[in-house]
């Protein structure tokens, strides 16, 4: 599948992430139950607007020192970058932590990663590792993590460019993930030019039953009519 025009993808960014699962149950019925993070996740900074990237995966764990020698590392650390500041930007990177049951012992994320990944045209990351340095950290720099811990660890990559689960959430690279304090979600390719369109009408349904709701009298009778108003609505 061709990747989506990156105008169509940053459209989506005007909604939130329930509304985008909202309208994907409209567009894509059998993804109802699948492609979005299913176990909370930390939003330490939820006034920040939703986010719409292309995914950039990898794997990490702190526990144990990293098996490569210095050099080893430093190239697997560089080709990390490369892979995050590759086209098509914006990117999000989406780690997963295998240290389970410990994920998020030591955190790979804070001050110095989010002016990196800022800088290499990333917007944010949505990991079930942990993050630090919350007031250092670069500004406007979207997360979701599984964690807040004061120590790095022996944190280290273990991988990168391949397909992660984080929170339950299967990505892989270039999909196109939205992202706001509820949660994430995968937006298929094919999906992302429906969504405004499936957005508005779910919208314009939901408005019947709310208006109706805030009316003086509202009974069961008038929830009746409201709902055979909205199936009028197409």
Wanted: net charge negative; with cysteine; proline share 8%.
């Amino acid at each position: 599948m061709p990747l989506p025009n990156p105008a169509d993808c940053a459209a989506l960014a005007a909604y939130d992430t329930p509304t985008i699962c909202n309208a994907l149950e409209l567009v894509m019925p059998a993804r109802r139950a699948s492609g979005f993070t299913r176990r909370p996740l930390v939003a330490p900074f939820p006034q920040l607007k939703p986010v719409v990237a292309f995914a950039r995966t990898a794997i990490i764990r702190s526990r144990e020192p990293h098996p490569r020698s210095r050099d080893e590392a430093t190239r697997m650390r560089l080709g990390y970058y490369e892979h995050i500041g590759a086209q098509p930007l914006p990117s999000l990177a989406v780690i997963q932590d295998i240290d389970a049951p410990d994920s998020g012992f030591g955190a790979f994320w804070g001050e110095v990663q989010s002016h990196i990944h800022k800088g290499l045209g990333c917007v944010g990351v949505v990991t079930d590792g942990s993050v630090r340095d919350l007031d250092a950290m670069a500004a406007g720099f979207f997360v979701l993590a599984g964690s807040v811990m004061p120590s790095h660890a022996y944190v280290h990559l273990v991988d990168f460019g391949g397909t992660v689960s984080v929170a339950g959430m299967l990505v892989s690279p270039n999909d196109v993930i939205h992202a706001d304090r509820h949660g994430a979600v995968v937006v298929p390719a094919e999906a992302v030019k429906e969504i405004p369109a499936a957005a508005d009408l779910l919208a314009r349904r939901e408005k019947v039953i709310i208006d109706a709701s805030k009316q003086p009298g509202f009974s069961v009778a008038r929830l009746r009519q409201a709902f055979a108003e909205q199936d009028e609505i197409h």
